[in-house]
C-alpha cells in the first residue's frame, strides 16, 4: 500500500492570494459569485479546504471528522472502494463475517494469547496448590511414622513445576497457532479501514433514516457545505440513491465545482458502463444513453432499498439485506430508478455551469465536459441541445445567456469535428 506524500504536494492557493481579472465571455452570475468565494480550485484540498471559515463552523464536527477520515489516497482509496462495494452487494453484516474468516485482527490475536497465558498460569496454580497440599499431607503422615524426609523433595517438585509450565506454554502456542492457521494477520492499514467505512456508513444511514421520517423534504434545514458533505459520505459508500437530494439541494443553493463535477462522473458512471452499474446496485433495467428501461416483470433487488424504510441505524440491514421483497414490478422498478437516474437537461445545465466556471480562471478544456456533451449528443441530437441552450438561464441577462450558449455550442462544434478523437 502506498499513497502520496505531503510534501510532493503543492499547498492550494487561498481566494486572496491571486487576482484574476473578469473574463469577457463566460459568466453565470451564481455561479461566478460563487467563484469568488471558493476561489480558484489549486493544488491539494477538496470541499472543506476551499469553503469559507463560517461555513465550516456550522457544520456539525461529525461530518467534518468523517471528511477528514475519508481523504484517502491512491491504493487505500482503491480499497476502500472495493470494500465499499462488498458491502453493498453482501451488506455490512456478511462483511465482517467474511474479514473474520479470511483475517484475524491483532488485537484479536493478543487477546488470545492473553487468554491462553492466563489460563495456563491458573492450571499451574491449580497444580502447584495441588502438589503442595500433596506434599504437606505425606509430610504429616511421615510425622506420624517417624520416617525420614529427603531434603531435595521440594527441589524436585520445583523442577517439575518449571517443566510443567513450559510443556503448558509450548501446548498454548500450539493452540493458537492451530486455531489461527488457516488466517492471515490483518495489519493496521485495514483495521483502520474499517473503522473508517464503519462511521461513513453509519452517517449514511442516519442521514437515509432522517429522509425517510422527514414528512416534507424540504423542511430538513442544512448549511449547503452540510448538504454536500452529506452527500459525498453517501458516494463513498456507493449509496447513489441517497445522495441524489443533498446534492442537487447543495447545487440549487449555490454552485459547487466539486459537487458538479462529482454528478457528471456519477452520470458517465452509470450511463457508459451500465451493466457494471446495475449488477453492483442490485437493478434490473437497462441505462441507454441516460434513458432506463425495465428488462422484466422481476425487480427483486439484492442491494440495499433506495427508499430506505428503515426506522433506525442498524448497519446490518445495508446491503443484501436489505432486500425489497415487494418490488416485484415494472413500476416499482421505474422508481427505484428515478432515484439514481439524474435528467438529461439537469446535466446539460450542470456542463454549462462547469463551462462557465471554468472559462473564469481561464480554462477553455473540460475533458469531463466533453465527454458529458458527447454522451448527451448521442441520446439525443446537437441541434435539439442547442434549442435546449436558448431556453435556459432565463434569469441573466441576454447578452450574458448568448455568451455562456456560444461557449457551448463551441464545444459541440468541436466534438463535430474530432468525433473519433474521444
Not at 131 to 142: C, D, E, L, R, S
Not at 159 to 182: D, K, Y
Amino acid at each position: 500500500m502506498y499513497s502520496s506524500k505531503k510534501k510532493d504536494i503543492y499547498a492550494a492557493l487561498k481566494p486572496h492570494s491571486f487576482d484574476f481579472p473578469l473574463p469577457l465571455e463566460g459568466k453565470l452570475t451564481k455561479v461566478w459569485e460563487s467563484c469568488e468565494a471558493f476561489g480558484c480550485i489549486s493544488g491539494f484540498g477538496g470541499i472543506v479546504e476551499f469553503s469559507p471559515i463560517h461555513h465550516i463552523e456550522n457544520v456539525l464536527p461529525s461530518h467534518l471528522q468523517i471528511y477528514e477520515q475519508t481523504k484517502l489516497q491512491c491504493t487505500f482509496k482503491e480499497a476502500y472502494d472495493i470494500m465499499a462495494i462488498m458491502a453493498r452487494q453482501l451488506g455490512w453484516t456478511e462483511l465482517l463475517r467474511l474479514r473474520s474468516t479470511v483475517f484475524v485482527m491483532e488485537d484479536e490475536y493478543n487477546e488470545s494469547v492473553l487468554s491462553e497465558q492466563q489460563k495456563e498460569q491458573n492450571e499451574i496454580l491449580t497444580q502447584q496448590q495441588q502438589q503442595q497440599a500433596a506434599a504437606q499431607a505425606k509430610a504429616q503422615a511421615q510425622q506420624q511414622l517417624l520416617i525420614p524426609t529427603n531434603g531435595n523433595g521440594n527441589g524436585r517438585r520445583r523442577s517439575s513445576s518449571v517443566s510443567s509450565a513450559i510443556n503448558g506454554s509450548n501446548a498454548s502456542l500450539t493452540r493458537i497457532s492451530t486455531r489461527f492457521r488457516s488466517k492471515r494477520l490483518s495489519e493496521r492499514w485495514l483495521d483502520s479501514l474499517f473503522l473508517i467505512f464503519y462511521e461513513n456508513l453509519r452517517s449514511a444511514l442516519i442521514w437515509a433514516n432522517e429522509r425517510a421520517n422527514a414528512e416534507d423534504i424540504t423542511t430538513l434545514q442544512h448549511i449547503p457545505l452540510e448538504w454536500e458533505l452529506i452527500a459525498d459520505e453517501c458516494f463513498k459508500v456507493h449509496h447513489f440513491e441517497q445522495a441524489m437530494i443533498p446534492m442537487k439541494t447543495c447545487l440549487d443553493t449555490r454552485f459547487s465545482i466539486f459537487a458538479c463535477t462529482q454528478l457528471l462522473e456519477y452520470y458517465l458512471y452509470y450511463t457508459t458502463k451500465d451493466i457494471e452499474f446495475r449488477k453492483l446496485n442490485g437493478i434490473k433495467t437497462n441505462f441507454q444513453n441516460g434513458h432506463s428501461k425495465v428488462d422484466g416483470e422481476d425487480s427483486n433487488t439484492n442491494g440495499e432499498n433506495g427508499n430506505a424504510n428503515s426506522n433506525n441505524t442498524n448497519t446490518n440491514g445495508a446491503g443484501a439485506g436489505a432486500n425489497a421483497s415487494n418490488a416485484s414490478s415494472p413500476t416499482s422498478t421505474s422508481r427505484r430508478i428515478a432515484s439514481y437516474a439524474l435528467p438529461e437537461d439537469y446535466i446539460l445545465k450542470l456542463v454549462c455551469k462547469m463551462i462557465s466556471w471554468n472559462y473564469r480562471f481561464y480554462g477553455e478544456f473540460s475533458l469531463l465536459a466533453f465527454q458529458v456533451l458527447k454522451n448527451l449528443i448521442a441520446s439525443q441530437d446537437a441541434v435539439l441541445i442547442k434549442s435546449k441552450l436558448e431556453t435556459f438561464f432565463n434569469d441573466e441577462d441576454p447578452v450574458t445567456r448568448h455568451s455562456i450558449v456560444g461557449l457551448v455550442d463551441r464545444y459541440i462544434s468541436w466534438l463535430q469535428q474530432f468525433d473519433n478523437g474521444l
